[in-house]
Nanobody, 122 residues
């Protein structure tokens, strides 16, 4: 059974940086895409970034392009989200998830996700 565990959230001032990690356990055969999404209180989930597990092609939401970078270490089965130049509107719970397909609309193919990690920018 695949499990995803996020870490690295916290509180930071606007303009600062955080790096989130997503460790995947279990068999990842057939996992085509791993991505990050966020959720604001009372609002729908919003895809942030995604990466093709084989090949490394990346996709970003316009709101984070140029500020966030997704990467992966396949040997460690860990996906990262480097978040720079953080803004107050980035405050949310961040989740990593797996998708059957990748691309800008990878959230349509979301399969599994972790428990989330809180990011607060003030």
């Amino acid at each position: 059974q695949v499990q995803l565990v996020e870490s690295g959230g916290g509180s930071v001032q606007a303009g600062g940086s955080l790096r989130l990690s997503c460790e995947v356990s279990g068999s990842t055969d057939g996992t085509n895409c791993i991505g990050w999404f966020r959720q604001y209180p009372g609002k729908e989930r919003e895809g942030v970034a995604a990466i093709v597990t084989l090949g490394g092609t990346t996709y970003y939401d316009d709101s984070v392009t140029g500020r966030f970078t997704i990467s992966q270490d396949n040997a460690k089965k860990t996906t990262y989200l480097q978040m720079d130049h953080l803004k107050t509107e980035d405050t949310a719970i961040y989740y990593c998830g797996t998708g059957r397909m990748c691309g800008r609309h990878w959230m349509m193919y979301l399969e599994l996700w972790g428990q989330g990690t809180q990011v607060t920018v003030s």
